[in-house]
């Protein structure tokens, strides 16, 4: 392209055009390279975005025969979405697709026909065995106009699609109701009759040859009808992002957890985001799409993508509890237009609250439109997003190269003549080797037959210690001792691992223990071994076992003068315990006690009342984030210890937060401990 001549003097639109190999002159001036010219001539148009939308008034005749009784999937709600694009100017910039009656062959793609006989009896009945109906079937209402309406609804989302498909508009909004991805193939369930969508995505691909299908329903609800339909199929992804709170929020099925991925040859085409509980936020829902939904998007390369748009999960919705702003609605929107060529489809299911989904559709029928999503402020997700997004990577890794590292499942590596070492024991090992090598640390035997069976692993067996616990050459000649108690799965960080070669770890208690030792203090550096299989309970009980007998033959036995007790993330509730159990004692040696907490754990107290109470208060350190869940309390308790909120460490891990905090807490436990007159022995 360098050696391309361009008028550069004139102010006209040039335009590119492939000419093959014929040499081009313009008056006498060629001006052709490589097979492309550069025209003067008038260019052609951008393409303009074209927009439909659905909407057709008998939709509306669906509706409660008790005409007393409020139900949430009320006739209003397409009339106020329909009202809202009027009211913004935004349906006169929009083409309409007119909605007809789905064809009982089409319905057959997805549903049997003893379900479309079903549907079509139903305007026959009377109000008696209407209301009989509705009590049969799993959440729904019926009346005379229901199937007139559910075959509009579902014609409807056809025809939109189909238009996309063609060209004939970029993109549209199926403003339709009732809604359909609960739909089972031979039942109705959950408001729904006929499974709009994936009657829908079935048409594209027979009657207009569509091969892939891309389905995101970003709905509160699980779309257990259109996961089913598409489950053993390759050609369809369905992608679904919907409270779960572990299979106890509607459906209720756990078909809707992370692990159900799809069957034999569209293993990996069912992708399930399911939220442990309500509450989630727009950054929750950015960070999935950007983490999952949009890199597999991608990987896939959709002919179309149809949105199951229900917007429940929209903030002010009374079912799902959850906060997404219009603004987040309309970047997902935006996201999803960039694939397929910009070919998308949002079809309206649930959302119950008038003013929530009227603002949310508006805020996606305006990008649709052309515009800019609005701003979103930083995405910050929460802990319980972060953590389920991580669940779906490693199982869907297996199926979407965009998803690297693999997800190794140690039950079906770990067969004999393989080698699977779990990386935390590798990490453990090294630890414990680096540590005596540098600083002459050396791991303990543990004793008493109930806990060594209890913590010693393979690992730890093979080497006859407790990898967990380490402390300092010549401990008992020592005048000061700090009972140092972590978990390594918060205390060391590692780099991502997907390429071992350019991978490192950190151990954040390194510095720490180094200082200690070059002060000739000693240290007993507790590893809290990871929960079990068990019970949290019966786990806190032992752990609490643990590191009573630490302190008992580790610490006291030494017999030091003084102690400093530190403890970091999950070492922090168990040390609470053994502090509880120990009080006596650990009251007359301890110079000061310094917590740092999880951001999402609750600040450990002092069970005891009296002196304990005060003398914890006195001496202790608990260092946390501005945003803990703590300062939303009316004051904090004494028996919480000196809470301190600490600029900057909000959503930091244990590992950033001790390092960062590394000269304060050493300088403060120094000061403690030259402040510190032990009692007289
Ligand atoms: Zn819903």
């Not at 799409?289 to 597999?296: L, Q």
Request: with cysteine; proline share 6%; aromatic share 8%.
């Amino acid at each position: 392209m360098e050696d391309m001549e361009i008028d550069g003097t004139e102010a006209q639109p040039y335009v590119l055009i492939e000419t093959g190999n014929l040499p081009i002159t313009v008056g006498n001036r060629p001006i052709y390279t490589n097979g492309r010219y550069i025209s003067k001539s008038t260019p052609t148009p951008l393409k303009s975005t074209k927009t439909g939308v659905v909407y057709d008034r008998r939709m509306r005749y669906h509706a409660n025969i008790h005409e007393d009784e409020h139900h949430p999937e009320d006739p209003s709600r397409i009339s106020s979405i329909q009202s809202m694009f009027k009211a913004a100017g935004c349906l006169e910039k929009m083409i309409p697709i007119n909605a007809r009656e789905v064809t009982k062959d089409e319905v057959r793609l997805v549903h049997t026909d003893e379900h479309w006989d079903f549907v079509a009896k139903t305007s026959a009945l009377s109000e008696a065995q209407l209301g009989k109906v509705a009590d049969d079937y799993n959440s729904i209402y019926v009346n005379k106009e229901t199937a007139l309406s559910a075959r509009l609804s579902c014609g409807g989302v056809i025809e939109l699609c189909k238009a996309v498909a063609r060209g004939d508009v970029t993109n549209g909004f199926a403003n339709v109701r009732p809604p359909g991805h609960h739909a089972e193939i031979n039942e109705p369930m959950g408001f729904c009759f006929f499974n709009n969508v994936a009657v829908a995505a079935q048409c594209l691909k027979r009657d207009l040859k569509i091969e892939k299908v891309f389905i995101l329903d970003w709905d509160i609800h699980h779309g257990n009808g259109t996961q089913k339909a598409f489950y053993n199929d390759p050609n369809v992804v369905y992608c679904s992002i919907h409270r779960y709170d572990n299979a106890n929020f509607y459906p209720g099925d756990p078909q809707a957890g992370h692990t159900h991925v799809g069957n034999g040859p569209a293993k990996g085409k069912t992708i399930n985001i399911p939220w442990p509980r309500p509450g989630m936020r727009d950054s929750d829902y950015i960070y999935a799409f950007n983490k999952v939904v949009m890199p597999i998007a991608y990987e896939f390369d959709p002919d179309i993508v149809i949105v199951s748009a229900g917007f429940d999960a929209a903030e002010g919705d009374p079912i799902g509890e959850n906060h997404v702003t219009p603004a987040a609605f309309g970047h997902m929107t935006h996201m999803l237009k960039s694939l397929a060529a910009g070919k998308l489809v949002l079809a309206l299911e649930g959302g119950y609250n008038l003013d929530s989904i009227s603002n949310s559709a508006l805020a996606c029928v305006k990008v649709l439109l052309g515009e800019h999503p609005a701003k979103l402020g930083p995405i910050k997700p929460s802990q319980e997003c972060v953590e389920t997004i991580y669940q779906v990577i490693r199982v869907q890794s297996r199926y979407w190269s965009c998803l690297k590292p693999i997800y190794i499942d140690s039950a079906e590596e770990k067969v004999p003549g393989k080698l699977v070492i779990d990386i935390m024991d590798m990490v453990k090992l090294f630890r414990t080797r680096y540590l005596f090598s540098k600083l002459k640390m050396v791991p303990a035997p543990l004793a008493p037959e109930r806990l060594a069976n209890r913590f010693t692993d393979l690992l730890s067996s093979l080497y006859n210690d407790a990898l967990f616990l380490l402390f300092s050459n010549d401990l008992h000649c020592k005048d000061v001792i700090i009972f140092f108690v972590h978990d390594i799965a918060d205390t060391c960080a590692t780099s991502n691992l997907t390429n071992l070669a350019t991978s490192y770890m950190s151990d954040s208690v390194y510095q720490y223990i180094e200082t200690i030792i070059n002060q000739s203090y000693g240290i007993v550096d507790v590893d809290v071994p990871p929960p079990t299989n068990d019970t949290q309970k019966t786990d806190l009980h032992d752990l609490k076992d643990l590191l009573i007998f630490l302190w008992d033959h580790f610490v006291e036995y030494a017999n030091p003068k003084k102690v400093v007790i530190i403890g970091a993330g999950r070492g922090c509730r168990s040390l609470m315990h053994c502090i509880n159990d120990r009080d006596t004692m650990i009251m007359r040696f301890t110079a000061c006690v310094i917590m740092v907490p999880g951001n999402n754990d609750p600040v450990p107290t002092i069970a005891k009342k009296g002196d304990i109470v005060n003398w914890y208060y006195e001496n202790s350190l608990v260092l946390l984030p501005e945003n803990h869940s703590v300062w939303t309390k009316k004051g904090v308790k004494k028996d919480s210890g000196k809470c301190i909120s600490v600029k900057g460490l909000n959503n930091m891990s244990i590992h950033d937060k001790l390092h960062i905090l590394r000269q304060d807490i050493i300088d403060y436990f120094l000061q403690r401990l030259t402040d510190f007159i032990p009692p007289r022995q």
